[in-house]
């Protein structure tokens, strides 16, 4: 049997990546919840990372090249002190984890995971968890106006009401105030039947929802009752000075420069503002310039207001929907260049006659 030396340095190095363990205890009431259904987010940290992961005995082995089984073990005990905290893992989570991983390291997503701004009816806190979002919520809390601007799933509404309704139950606020416009997306719907109110009740339902869920239905009628929260379409905002309020506009990217202009203007002492958008779903007509595109562009200096913008990354829906936000995003990108190189050429044409 040869010796160590005997090896060639090369095969000698292979092995020795191949043999490179790490052992990470692990109880087993939180076994499941890292390994996941079927194993199914174990095996994305292998698959991701080139390693091998087992159970052995109460003990996670990780095994692999060096760097990579470094990585998947602090990947596995970031997840492990997640679960122990009380978080049941998603696979959002593991995407995140390892994303972070590849990037920066670090335990970024404790850090996160340790900013609970309230509960649900139920009990289920409400955190940000994604880098992203954990900003937005931190601007929401510094800054007087904060402009959240994202795609589909990166939680812009939802976070700004959870900061609205904490504000409102410690007494930071009088009101809650939310509001959009009532624009199809991209449907006639024509006349609906009902009073007022059930005609403008369809645009307002995500609202709706979002406020059922971390307020409860029974006291989010009794305080609709007294007029402590108002969900209201934004035409009705004309005229008004909102003091002592928290105001969130829903769906900016389908209001006009003069509605948008309108509503900024309400704005009273004692009041926080939270503007959400998707400027890649506008439902206006098209030569129809967005509110939300013309406030970026003229806003974007002045202080005590924030711009946040949540990419593909921030999505925490189901992972299709973070590779359909990504997709689109890739696409249009390409079109934008595709039409600059045009633009671009026909000037250089136009130039040489």
């Not at 073990?73 to 995140?96: A, F, K, P, W």
């Amino acid at each position: 049997m040869p010796g160590n030396n005997d090896i060639p340095a090369k095969e000698r190095g292979r092995r020795e990546m191949e043999e490179f363990t790490v052992s990470i205890d692990m109880p087993m009431e939180h076994m499941q919840n890292l390994f996941g259904k079927r194993d199914a987010y174990i095996k994305k940290i292998e698959e991701d990372l080139h390693v091998m992961i087992v159970n052995r005995d109460g003990a996670v082995r990780i095994s692999g090249e060096r760097e990579s089984v470094m990585k998947a073990s602090h990947i596995v005990r970031e997840l492990l002190t997640l679960s122990e905290r009380g978080n049941v893992l998603e696979e959002q989570s593991v995407d995140y984890a390892l994303e972070i991983e590849k990037e920066s390291g670090g335990d970024v997503l404790l850090e996160i995971d340790g900013d609970c701004i309230c509960h649900t009816v139920s009990g289920k806190p409400i955190k940000p968890k994604t880098l992203g979002q954990k900003k937005y919520v931190d601007a929401i809390r510094d800054h007087m106006i904060v402009f959240g601007i994202g795609p589909a799933g990166t939680g812009k509404t939802y976070l700004a009401m959870a900061m609205a309704i904490t504000a409102f139950k410690n007494n930071e606020v009088s009101r809650i105030i939310l509001t959009r416009p009532a624009i199809e997306a991209g449907e006639k719907l024509g006349f609906l039947p009902g009073d007022l109110q059930s005609k403008v009740d369809p645009y307002l339902r995500p609202l709706y929802d979002a406020l059922y869920q971390i307020m409860g239905a029974e006291s989010f009628a009794r305080n609709m009752e007294k007029g402590l929260i108002e969900v209201a379409p934004l035409a009705y905002m004309r005229g008004r000075t909102l003091d002592n309020a928290y105001i969130i506009l829903d769906e900016a990217q389908n209001t006009t420069p003069a509605q948008m202009k309108m509503f900024l203007t309400r704005i009273g002492f004692g009041s926080k503002v939270v503007v959400t958008g998707d400027a890649s779903q506008k439902d206006l007509a098209p030569d129809t310039k967005s509110g939300l595109d013309i406030a970026a562009r003229v806003l974007s200096r002045i202080d005590d207001i924030a711009f946040c913008k949540l990419s593909s990354k921030d999505v925490v829906r189901h992972p299709l929907v973070q590779k359909i936000v990504k997709a689109y995003e890739d696409f249009e990108a390409k079109e934008t260049r595709r039409s600059e190189l045009k633009l671009r050429s026909r000037n250089n044409n136009r130039g040489k006659k």
